[in-house]
């Protein structure tokens, strides 16, 4: 029995099974039966792995679903005053307005809602690219690396002297 905990004790750690094998002197098929017995196999271990990830994940979901429900809950009441607002207003009696006042007042200690904290900025790889309708005037059409332009005549000529400029034959 020893010899098994020691086996799977180094298994769990990531030593690999041939590893083990050779370092505790076991047959590797000994080591195969001991870990169908104990439940410590590649597959046993990786569905232990990949139940602890599928149950962070699913505490993380929770936590991000209470900051929304609070985040609409907080809209839902945002919406109620603004409804009531416009109907005072609508109403326009001095007690309508006084209450609004006093609606208005208290409105700066209500919580506020926030926007995620996003900051834009350019990308810096792609600083000094430009869209590919942004040219001017000038720049207009295709033009090589020394500037000039390649016009239709010049991409027929081109072509028909082929791939290393010698005569393909045509004329």
């Known amino acids: ?3 098994e905990a020691e086996a799977e004790r180094l298994v769990r750690m990531g030593e690999s099974r041939a590893e083990v094998s050779r370092r505790l002197g076991v047959h590797p098929q000994t080591l195969a039966c ?7 196999r590649k597959k046993d271990l990786d569905l232990e792995r990949s139940a602890e990830a599928t149950r962070r994940t699913i505490l993380a ?13 907080l809209r839902g009441e945002l919406e109620g ?8 207003l609508a109403d ?8 609004l006042s006093r609606m208005v007042g208290a409105a700066a200690s209500v919580r ?3 926007a995620p904290k996003v900051e834009l900025s350019p990308d810096p790889k792609a600083v000094n690219l430009r869209s590919i309708g942004d ?8 033009h090589d690396e020394n500037g000039v332009e390649w016009t239709p005549e010049r991409l027929r000529e081109h072509h028909r002297r082929g791939k290393y400029g010698g005569d393909r034959g045509f004329s």
Do not use: F, P
């Not at 005053?81 to 005072?88: I, N």
């Open 92 to 99: 326009g009696s001095v007690e309508a307005l006084e209450k």
């Open 61 to 73: 979901i929770r936590h991000g679903n209470a900051q929304v429900d609070r985040q609409n809950q």
């Open 34 to 40: 001991w870990a169908l017995r104990g439940g410590w």
């Open 135 to 142: 040219c001017d005037e000038n720049e207009r059409g295709i």
């Open 81 to 88: 005053v603004k409804r009531e607002a416009v109907a005072l």
């Open 112 to 114: 506020r809602l926030e």
């Open 1 to 3: 029995m020893g010899l």
